[in-house]
């Protein structure tokens, strides 16, 4: 119901889904006669859809702290509600993020052993996957050491169930490859996500550059929100650009166009290359449930794309893989940080001794 085109939208992405996919199968949350009359217009979605009425819905322009203490009768709640109960395998919404990741934490908890939840998203590569994995794009704009450390690990987990790659590559996001460069944390972070990729089963390729994003240096891009979030909106822009000049550059002249004509297979192949409503969909890692945030200007493609992603997370079992994921590595890093203190304390008492 938040999104920026209304549920018009979100109905039509819905078919689009529908009828590519007849396992699925959907609930709407929001204003019920409204949805009705929107849902009766789709033929491909009689009878693959039920309703629960919610009347209050949360806005883009909704503090997530309001949102926290009054969204309880909102639509948006009764989504992640749905998720839960067991009702739905995933929530998918284009509404307010940062409302969308409170109620999220506060109805769905952290996995045990999460401090920060972080949105992943995936990114087109020159890797043979044709996808990168990038994260975080947005949750929290602060991360320690720690925080990108389960990062790392979160994204691991999704490009293993999500991109079948058994052993992920794992790279840092920094102003340089050397390990000199970059904030105390990020130094802090190299260590700490080449200490644990034996146990977690990925290889640490070190710090990387923006222009790995695209790359196929690594399969996972590891970030702060505030980094990650201004790349994928410069990315969505400068993709939005390139097609823009392509069409002005074809439509110059009489023989361009013609040219164009003659190219139209593979500047329709550049197109889907670099749409970026294929990828549409961010995963909120480190709930217990699936949750997908699309875009919020996002057209009914766009939110197809959303509803797949959400619906082969699904059917992977991805919520629990990455649980059990992260349960075991969070033994490992326990582990390692006793392992660490143990051997601090003896340290001093040497010292002491020695004294």
Request: positive net charge; proline residues 4%; glycine residues 12%.
């Amino acid at each position: 119901m938040g999104g920026d085109a209304g549920p018009g939208v979100v109905v039509a992405g819905m078919a689009q889904s529908a009828k590519k996919n007849p396992d699925l199968g959907f609930i709407l949350h929001g204003p019920e006669e409204a949805l009705k009359k929107l849902v009766a217009r789709r033929r491909m979605l009689a009878g693959r859809v039920s309703f629960r009425d919610v009347p209050d819905v949360v806005t883009m322009d909704d503090k997530p702290s309001h949102v926290m203490r009054h969204g309880k009768g909102t639509s948006m709640w009764s989504a992640l509600e749905a998720v839960r109960s067991g009702e739905a395998h995933g929530a998918v919404s284009c509404g307010n993020t940062g409302a969308l990741m409170a109620l999220s934490m506060l109805c769905l908890r952290k996995l045990p052993g999460v401090s920060r939840p972080a949105i992943a998203v995936l990114w087109p590569s020159r890797n043979p996957q044709g996808f990168n994995v990038m994260l975080d794009v947005g949750a929290d704009v602060r991360a320690d050491a720690q925080d990108l450390l389960q990062y790392a690990l979160m994204g691991a987990s999704y490009a293993r169930n999500g991109l079948d790659l058994p052993r992920p590559r794992i790279g840092l996001l920094n102003v340089g490859t050397e390990e000199h460069k970059g904030r105390p944390e990020l130094k802090e972070a190299h260590g700490l996500i080449a200490r644990f990729a034996d146990g977690a089963s990925y290889d640490f390729v070190g710090f990387v550059e923006g222009r790995d994003i695209p790359g196929n240096v690594a399969d996972v891009i590891v970030t702060d929100g505030f980094t990650g979030n201004v790349a994928i909106k410069t990315g969505e822009g400068t993709a939005g650009m390139i097609g823009e000049s392509l069409r002005e550059a074809f439509r110059y002249s009489p023989l361009s166009w013609l040219a164009s004509i003659l190219a139209i297979t593979s500047l329709r192949r550049l197109q889907k290359r670099i749409d970026p409503r294929r990828v549409n969909g961010g995963v909120f890692l480190g709930l217990n449930g699936t949750v997908v945030k699309s875009h919020g200007g996002a057209d009914a493609t766009g939110v197809s794309a959303a509803i797949k992603l959400a619906f082969h997370l699904a059917q992977s079992g991805f919520a629990e893989r990455l649980a059990a994921r992260v349960a075991s590595t969070a033994a490992l890093v326990e582990d390692a940080s006793e392992a660490a203190e143990h051997a601090g304390k003896s340290v001093q008492q040497e010292g002491g001794r020695e004294a």
